[in-house]
C-alpha cells in the first residue's frame, strides 16, 4: 500500500493536472452535450414550426367561396416547396370544411388548434415521424362565417439534422477548448514550477554549514512550505548550536579533571608508601567527583539549550516546589554543618503558580541551594522563601556567609565565570549561575543577584511571571 500511494503522491505534475482536467471536463461536457442537445432540439423545432405555420397560413388564404356557396380551395404549391427546400423531408396537408375533408391527404393526423385557432402536434403517418399544423380559420359569404381548418405536416428529417449539427458544432467546440486547455497546461506548468526550481538550486547551493532562513519572495502557494522549511532550519540549528557547545565546553571543562585523575592514579601506581597511594587514590576520586558533576552540570545546559526553541512549560506550584526541594537538601546540607530552611509567606503556605517546566525549574532552583550551600561556610544559615511581587513571582535563596564582590556579582551569570573559591568546593565549573540565568529567561524571567539582609552574604533568586 505504501508504494502504492508513494507513486501516486511523486507522480507528473502535469500528468496530474491533466488527467483532472479531462476528468473534470467529460463530466462538465456531459452535462453540457445533454443541455445543448435540448436547446438544439428546441431550437430546430422553433424554426420549422415557424415554416410550417407560413405555409399553412398561405393555403388558409386560398380558401374561397364559390358561387353555390360551397367552399373550394386553390392549394398553392409554392408554399410547400418553402418546406421541401430544406432537406429531403415528406411535405402532406388537408384541408377539411364543414362537412369534412376537402382535399389532400384524408388520412394525415390533424392536431387540436385549441381557442388560439393553431395547434401542433408530432404524429406518424405513412410509417415516419412527422410534424403537425392544424390552422381553424373561417371565410365570409357576405351572409355567414363558413369555417374551415387547414392542416400541414412534414417528416422531421430537417429539424433532426439541424439538431445535430448544432451538437455536433458544439462538440467540436468543446473538443477543441479541451486541447487548447491540455496543451496551455503542458506548457505552463513547467513555467509555473520555476520559482520551486529555483528555490532548490538555491538549496543545493548552499554549505552544509549553512542553515540560514530560505528567502520567501515565492509565489503565495509555496510560501507555507518555504515557512516550514524555515522552521525546521531553525531548530535544526538550535540543536546544532547546542551539540556544538556541549562538545565544545565538554572537551574543555573534562580535561583538567581527567588529566588529575590520570596523575594521582600514576602516582598511587608509583607510591611504595600506602599512605600515599591511598592519598593520590582520593585526590584521583575527588577530581572523579568533580568531573562527573561537570558532565552533569553540561547535560542540563544541553537541555536547555535544545529546549530553548519550545519550552514545555506549564503552571506549577512555586510554593510546593520550593519546599520539597529545600527538604530533600536538608541532610546535604546538614552534612556541611549549614542550617538550610525553608520561609513561605505568612498565612497557610498558599500556592502560588508559575509557567515552567518542572524539572528545568528544580534544576535552577537546585543550582541556587547548591551554590549556598557550597559558599555560605559551616555555620551559615540558608533560607528559601518564595513570594509574590506584584504580577510576579519571587524565588529567594539568601545565606548569611561571606557573599561576593559587587565586581564579580555582574559577571557571575556568564558561562565559566567562577566566583572565589568556597569551604564545600576548592573551585566551581561556572556552569551553575549561568544554568540559573538560561532556565529563567526560557519561561520569561530572570535571575537576580543581591547582598543579603545588613549587606552580608548573597541573595540569589528567580524572578518569574505568575501563570
Sequence with gaps: MAPTLLSAATGSLRRRLLAWLLAATAVLGLAAMADTWA????????????????????????????????????IPYSALEMLTSTAQDS????????????????????????????????????????????????????????????????SRLARNELAQAILVRSALRLALMICGASAIIWIAVPLALRPLNRLGEAISARRAD????????VP????????????????????LVALRNFTGNASHQLRTP???IRTQLALAQRAGDPALAHQAVAKGDAALADAERILAQLLLLARVDAAADQPLARPLDATALARDLTGEMIPHAAGAGIDLGFEAEAGDTPAVMVRAE????????????DNALAYAGRGAVVTVRVARTGDDVDIWVEDDGPGIAPEVMNRLAQRFVRGAAGP????????????????????????????????RGLKAGLHLPTA
Excluded: C, W
Design 39 to 74: 436547446e438544439a432540439v428546441g431550437t430546430a423545432r422553433a424554426v420549422s414550426d415557424r415554416v410550417l405555420a407560413g405555409s399553412a397560413l398561405a393555403i388558409a388564404e386560398r380558401v374561397t367561396v364559390a358561387d353555390d356557396a360551397q367552399l373550394q380551395v386553390d
Design 91 to 154: 411535405v402532406f396537408y388537408r384541408v377539411d370544411g364543414p362537412g369534412g375533408f376537402m382535399t389532400g391527404y384524408d388520412r394525415l393526423p390533424v392536431a387540436d388548434p385549441g381557442a388560439a385557432g393553431q395547434g401542433y402536434a408530432d404524429a406518424v403517418f405513412a410509417d415516419a415521424p412527422i410534424r403537425v399544423i392544424t390552422l381553424a380559420r373561417t371565410v365570409s359569404t357576405g351572409v355567414e362565417s363558413i369555417p374551415f381548418r387547414v392542416t400541414v405536416a412534414e
Design 210 to 217: 549553512d542553515l540560514s532562513p530560505l528567502p520567501t519572495d
Design 220 to 239: 503565495l502557494e509555496v510560501q507555507g512550505l518555504v515557512a516550514a522549511m524555515n522552521s525546521f532550519m531553525a531548530r535544526l540549528d538550535t540543536a
Design 258 to 260: 581527567l588529566a588529575v
Design 358 to 369: 518542572p524539572v528545568l525549574l528544580a534544576e535552577a532552583l537546585k543550582n541556587l541551594i
Design 424 to 455: 564545600a568546593r576548592p573551585g566551581g565549573s561556572g556552569l551553575g549561575l549561568a544554568i540559573v540565568t538560561e532556565i529563567a529567561q526560557l519561561f520569561g524571567g530572570r535571575m537576580v543577584l543581591d547582598h543579603g539582609a545588613g549587606g
